[in-house]
């Protein structure tokens, strides 16, 4: 991980632990999904989450967790651009 600083669509530091809103998700990211969990993934746009970890390069991490049809729990766990997020 690099030591340098990560900021949000308004440039304002973020840090592990920061609540953030996802403001966009690319297309091409949508489409490489599945189509049954495009929705999911889209559905997260708007939508307030923790930041839980930095990746080794240097983009915030979110999770998103629901249970699918079976009751099974699954999860995502997506890194953000700078563009991608706002810290609330």
Same mark, same amino acid.
């Given at each position: 991980m690099s030591d340098t600083t990560i900021l949000d669509c308004k440039q304002q530091p973020v840090n592990i632990g920061d609540i953030i809103r996802v403001t966009t998700l690319s297309k091409q990211f949508i489409k490489s999904f599945p189509? &049954? #969990?495009?929705?999911? !993934? #889209?559905?997260? !746009?708007?939508? /307030? /989450?923790?930041? !839980?970890? !930095? &990746? #080794?390069?240097g983009q915030a991490c979110i999770m998103r967790e629901w249970h699918d049809e079976r009751g099974q729990l699954q999860t995502h766990v997506i890194a953000l651009d700078s563009e991608e997020m706002e810290k609330v």
């Amino acid at each position: 991980m690099s030591d340098t600083t990560i900021l949000d669509c308004k440039q304002q530091p973020v840090n592990i632990g920061d609540i953030i809103r996802v403001t966009t998700l690319s297309k091409q990211f949508i489409k490489s999904f599945p189509e &049954d #969990e495009r929705i999911l !993934i #889209e559905s997260m !746009i708007g939508n /307030f /989450f923790k930041i !839980i970890a !930095i &990746d #080794e390069e240097g983009q915030a991490c979110i999770m998103r967790e629901w249970h699918d049809e079976r009751g099974q729990l699954q999860t995502h766990v997506i890194a953000l651009d700078s563009e991608e997020m706002e810290k609330v």
